[in-house]
């Protein structure tokens, strides 16, 4: 079994963000979201959701229809925040052996996840997995980075084939205000990576940072903080919109794709008006980042009954945006 290279070119599209089946499953709908991804140009591979399984409802299906030659990032973000809603001590972070216990075996599921993908693929495409530091803030037990590092050292000593094992920084909270996951700061997901003692590297998303730091300026502070600790690994970018949206509230973590760029009549179409995420910022984040495993978009698109032809077009613009964008040699 071979290792995907870490200098392979394009990038991860975190697409079931966009995807014309989240409401309702359709395979043959699905199936054409995906050949029509497979034939843009700058993808590397996918970030598919973990919710207990590869997928939410046939496994099988994914396993035989995934492009041949894309790689995957394996992200648990969808599951902890179900988890931590169901029981508020669930998290990596948590202080409470049962809910931490809990988390573990979770990624013990996900690993078991990786193997079943490398081996219908004949290969190691799974190049990274996400793991996110729950539980939030409202919960009995609280959390910490002494408990993430001791779940870190624990996951970070099994054999993943070859697949980074990532913690994903999502929004800390912030007192006086509201929060999407509320989860550790960026800081002491930092101190339990050292701690611990694991192999384990950082991955943030732009549009989670800024809903943090509240501005759109701001979030070179987290690529700095992270890249200056040897442990920046991965960047992803979503956007966000201070003022409400056809994607919800001002600070939702709703994935909104670029704004639309200045004299630029034919990305009109294909982006949002509110949102924060600029080609020009991601160009800069590009840069303050540095080296990367991967980077790559996850954005959702509006309105909800939009055609598959619609969401793909989306996604190649926005591909070929940030292609434009990326430094040279990145």
């Known amino acids: 079994m071979t290792v995907a290279a870490e200098a392979d070119a394009g990038f991860i599209v975190g697409a079931y963000a966009g995807s014309p089946t989240a409401g309702r499953w359709d395979p043959a709908v699905e199936s054409e979201y995906l050949d029509g991804l497979a034939g843009v140009a700058g993808i590397r591979g996918l970030e598919l959701p973990w919710l207990g399984s590869l997928h939410p409802h046939d496994e099988s299906w994914l396993l035989a229809t995934l492009p041949p030659g894309w790689q995957v990032v394996l992200t648990s973000v969808g599951y902890t925040v179900a988890a931590v ?27 078991a996840g990786v193997r079943r993908l490398n081996d219908s693929a004949g290969s190691a495409v799974v190049t990274a997995v996400e793991l996110q530091a729950g539980p939030g803030p409202h919960h009995s037990a609280s959390a910490s980075a002494a408990a993430l590092a001791t779940s870190l050292a624990e ?13 994903e920084h999502c929004d800390a909270r912030v007192p006086g205000q509201a929060h999407a996951k509320g989860f550790l700061p960026l800081g002491d997901e930092i101190a339990a990576i050292r ?33 200056d600790a040897g442990l920046l690994r991965a960047l992803m970018f979503s956007g966000v919109a201070d003022r409400p949206s056809a994607y919800g509230d001002a600070w939702a973590d709703a994935h909104l794709p670029f704004a639309p760029q200045p004299d630029a009549a034919d990305h009109a179409a294909y982006s949002e008006p509110a949102s924060m995420l600029t080609v020009g910022l991601a160009r800069g984040a590009l840069l303050e980042a540095g080296g990367l495993l991967y980077s790559g978009i996850k954005f959702a ?28 040699g990145s």
């Open 155 to 167: 996951i970070g000593a099994w054999n993943w084939e070859g697949a980074a094992v990532l913690l």
């Open 301 to 328: 698109w509006r309105p909800a009954e939009a055609s598959v032809a619609d969401r793909v077009a989306m996604i190649r613009q926005s591909v070929t945006l940030l292609t434009e964008a990326a430094p040279a």
């Open 85 to 111: 809603a169901r029981d508020p001590a669930h998290g990596l972070a948590s202080d409470d052996a049962g809910g931490r216990r809990a988390a573990v075996t979770n990624v013990a599921e996900m690993l």
């Open 195 to 227: 701690s611990s003692g694991a192999p384990v590297g950082v991955a943030l998303n732009w549009g989670r940072s800024a809903i943090e730091l509240r501005s759109s300026s701001r979030v070179h502070e987290h690529l700095r903080e992270a890249r």
